[in-house]
């Protein structure tokens, strides 16, 4: 089993940064690929970003190429999101969650774990 804690959100202007953490427990965290999303109220959850288990590969939905990125340090067991240039369209609940197959995935049921969330609001 393994847990995932986000944390990081919060209320920022538009064009402000915010750096989301996912601190996850368990021994396999370096074999998992890790993703995260969103899910704005009356929306679905959509991808935002994955990594692969090695780190080399990553993944980004259209909508936040060049302003977020990802990266995980396997040795603290810790995703994080980078989020620069936000856009009230960014506000959203942020969930990080964990695959087991080590290959990045776009869908939400492809994922095995999933964290609570954490809000990120962007005031215009």
């Known amino acids: 089993q393994v847990q995932l804690v986000e944390s990081g959100g919060g209320l920022v202007q538009t064009g402000g940064s915010l750096r989301l953490s996912c601190a996850a427990s368990?021994?396999?965290?370096?074999?998992?690929?890790m993703g995260w999303f969103r899910q704005a109220p009356g929306k679905e959850r959509e991808f935002v970003a994955g990594i692969g288990w090695s780190a080399f590969s990553t993944n980004y939905a259209d909508s936040v190429k060049d302003r977020f990125t990802i990266s995980r340090d396997n040795a603290k067991n810790t995703v994080y999101l980078q989020m620069n240039s936000l856009k009230p369209e960014d506000t959203a609940v942020y969930h990080c969650a964990a695959r087991r197959s080590g290959i990045i995935a776009t869908m939400p049921h492809e994922y095995d774990y999933w964290g609570q969330g954490t809000q990120v609001t962007v005031s215009s």
């Open positions: 368990g021994r396999t965290f370096s074999s998992y690929a």
